[in-house]
């Protein structure tokens, strides 16, 4: 019997196919095979009229790529669709079984959470059919975000030249907006701290002033701070001294979020590039048995660990580090949380990452490592830290000074290398005992603003506020730094701590949308947005309803923007057009910027800007799917972004941020020749073999007539 598999990734192919084995064919779709349709009222692809039924059609860069698929399915017996298990890969499985001809209620779909041989073979014993309550969830969202990104993206760059807009992005755009706001409405204080450096046994230690006639310190200016230097010139008394025993908790297993967040905060890794190398250790990397994942799916906000893993993770911790490090461990997963499977977690607790090491990349290795240790001191005990306050006081003056020393190490025996704990030890003292000490010194401080967002504090606002959803997270922070309306950069000479700053072109963008779409472009309606498409996944909700509700209260609010939201004048260049004499002025394309006559149509004078020095590739850890080589993230010469294969020329391969394949003109016409060379040559060959059929035939006959 044949079986076909179609799964999305090459790389996934080739370790699934290992462990299927002989009688199954394991293809890929190369991600998604087709897309609402460019066309119809407002090229939506959706008519609205008609209960937003959607229109697909296929991807231009997937057509050979279907028309394989078809060929293989209609020569195997049983059609297996293995997409990623969640919402974006049930929406691909439905898009093939469309595109194929498979019967919807038959198809066998397939679903594992890792790519391991025994977590595939069990999932090929239970197929299922495509979950269709999935599929309208997601294309709900698909709609609802064609309808905002066209609409309101024309809108916005017709009157104020913005590239695009979204329901998520602009939402991310406003939170970063509004923080800066924050930050330059925000008056400093001054206030001022006084501390007193001691030193016991050759041990110096400092206390910091705490109280004033047992009231907290709160010293606004110099003279309340010279005070307190005028009342501390005598010897200081150890008035009290306590002692308190803290444990620190293991820490909850990574979920989406948050391996995005402590990714960029310790390993200094941005979302993009985390989630790409996830994606790689998910799919498989040969560690000497062959291609196998190392992960699980990265995609989940779920704590839940399987008993399989919590058991084998057991005995590995009471072997490794005694039976004292063991731990209990509970999952907690918040409100809205998709328990579908589990939390990020090492498929084989046997593949310590120093034993595999050698068959990774060293960012590989430091991703994996991190996932590895953190869910194995999710089954850990709690650190236990003897905590130590010192008070000396002198005239109604109290100083503090603490101490922390750890006791036990529990979890933090795996985990210690991502942990900024460390020792305090202060010199032993007695209650009653006085010292002197060697310094008293005040400073001057003032408040500061509220700090800007990294892409970790982002992502976990968003989080926090259901924004969105963790596998969003990565592509919104790039929307909006490619469309130009946020810069990640530090803020601080020598700081690699990189924040968001807005454009003007970006607090633009969020004004006009705060002006006329503050009903629906805010946290509140996005955040109960997700939560009717949960409903819908659930089965709880209808997806037409949704749209429809959301679209009439959008529709009104569209309307009156373009009447009346005021409509900007290009820039002025400063000079004037050699064509004409009008003036020239700067304008945007798909390419990038330009300089265009302000006469235009009429004239048509055009000039590109000069050039800038060129940006240098950047990586981006994700693998190209013709040759395997990494794709990196280039600037074109039109000023927009685009990945392309690091082994070009050899490698030709291309595709937008989207994901996307681009073809150039160059290789579309070469193909196209190749094409008609082909033809030509397939002509002749066919020709040839009827001559040499003719010449054939006449020389037997020949022969048999010698002969007779």
């Known amino acids: 019997m044949k079986n076909l598999v179609i799964v999305e990734s090459p790389s996934k192919s080739k370790t699934i196919g290992k462990y299927l084995g002989e009688g199954y064919t394991v293809v890929s779709s190369k991600g998604h095979i087709r897309d609402l349709a460019i066309k119809g009222k407002d090229g ?15 991807s231009k860069d997937k057509k050979e790529t279907v028309k394989e698929l078809k060929k293989l399915a209609g020569e195997s017996d049983y059609v297996y669709l293995a997409t990623d298990p969640d919402r974006e890969g049930e929406a691909i499985s439905w898009h093939l079984a469309q595109e194929l001809g498979l019967d919807e209620s038959l198809v066998d779909r397939v679903t594992f959470h890792e790519i391991t041989k ?51 992005q602009s939402v991310a755009l406003k939170l970063i907006v509004e923080k800066e706001k924050e930050i330059k409405a925000f008056i400093p204080e001054e206030y001022w701290e006084v501390e007193a450096e001691f030193k016991k046994k050759n041990k110096k230690f400092t206390a910091r002033l705490a109280k004033v006639d047992g009231k907290k310190a709160s010293l606004k200016n110099e003279e309340d701070a010279m005070r307190v230097i005028e009342g501390t010139k005598g010897a200081f008394t150890v008035s009290n001294i306590k002692t308190t025993k803290t444990k620190g908790k293991a820490l909850l297993p990574f979920i989406t979020s948050t391996l995005q967040q402590e990714a960029s905060t310790k390993l200094g890794f941005s979302a993009r590039r985390t989630m790409s190398i996830a994606q790689i250790l998910y799919e498989g990397i040969d560690v000497g048995n062959g291609s196998e994942g190392l992960i ?37 997963n918040d409100d809205g949380a998709q328990d579908a499977h589990e939390a990020i977690r090492p498929t084989n607790i046997a593949y310590t990452p120093e034993s595999i090491k050698s068959h990774l990349t060293n960012e590989q290795y430091k991703l994996y490592k991190f996932i590895y240790y953190r869910a194995l001191a999710s089954q850990m005990a709690p650190s236990a830290f003897d905590k ?23 979890y933090l025996k795996a985990y210690g290398d991502y942990s900024s704990n460390k020792d305090t030890i202060l010199p032993s003292m ?33 989080e926090e506020d259901g924004i969105g959803r963790p596998s969003t997270y990565a592509m919104i922070i790039d929307t909006i730094q490619q469309r130009g309306y946020v810069t990640l950069a530090p803020v601080a000479e020598k700081s690699r701590t990189k924040f968001f700053t807005p454009t003007e072109q970006g607090e633009l963008t969020t004004e006009k ?37 959301f679209y009439d209260k959008f529709t009104p609010l569209l309307e009156v923007a373009y009447d009346k939201m005021e409509k900007i004048a290009p820039e002025k260049v400063g000079e004037i057009c050699p064509e004409c004499g009008g003036e020239l002025v700067y304008r945007n394309s798909r390419y990038g910027k330009f300089i265009s006559c302000s006469n235009f149509p009429q004239c048509k ?38 990945l392309g294969c690091s082994a070009f020329p050899k490698c030709r391969y291309m595709e937008n941020l989207e994901g996307e394949r681009i073809v150039s003109k160059k290789d579309k016409e070469k193909s196209s020749s190749t094409k008609k060379t082909t033809k030509k040559t397939a002509a002749k ?24």
């Open 44 to 58: 939506l692809g959706v008519d609205v009229d008609n209960n937003f039924e959607a229109t697909y059609q296929i």
């Open 118 to 168: 025994n977590a595939v073979k069990e999932a090929f014993q239970q197929p299922r059919t495509i979950d269709m309550n999935l599929v309208h969830s997601q294309e709900t969202r698909r709609i609802l975000d064609r309808i905002i990104g066209f609409k309101l993206s024309k809108l916005l760059n017709n009157k104020i030249k913005s590239k695009s807009a979204g329901r998520v």
């Open 296 to 332: 699980t799916y990265m995609r989940t906000d779920s704590t839940r660990l399987s008993n399989l893993y919590t058991s084998g993770a057991r005995d590995f911790i009471e072997k490794e580090y005694g039976k004292e490090y063991l731990g209990s461990y509970h999952a907690h």
């Open 388 to 410: 130590v306050t010192v008070t000396l006081s002198q005239n109604a003056f109290d100083f503090t000074a603490n101490g922390s020393v750890l006791a036990f190490d529990g």
């Open 430 to 462: 007695e209650e009653g005992e006085t010292m002197d000490a060697q310094s008293v010194t005040p400073s001057q401080h003032f408040t500061e603003p509220p700090k800007r967002y990294t892409e970790a504090t982002l992502i976990k606002k968003l």
């Open 513 to 549: 949308l705060d002006q006329y779409f503050s009903s629906i472009i805010n946290v509140s309606y996005t955040k109960d947005m997700e939560t009717e498409l949960d409903e819908i996944a659930e089965g709880k909700r209808e997806e037409v309803p949704t749209l429809r509700s």
């Open 605 to 642: 004078y055009t000039r590109s800007l000069e050039n800038k020095e060129k940006e240098k590739p950047e990586p981006t850890g994700k693998m190209c799917p013709e040759c395997g080589s990494e794709l990196l993230k280039r600037k074109s010469r039109f000023g927009t972004y685009f």
């Open 685 to 708: 060959k066919s020709a040839a073999k009827k001559t040499t059929a003719k010449k054939t035939t006449a020389k037997k006959t020949t022969k048999k007539k010698v002969s007779e």
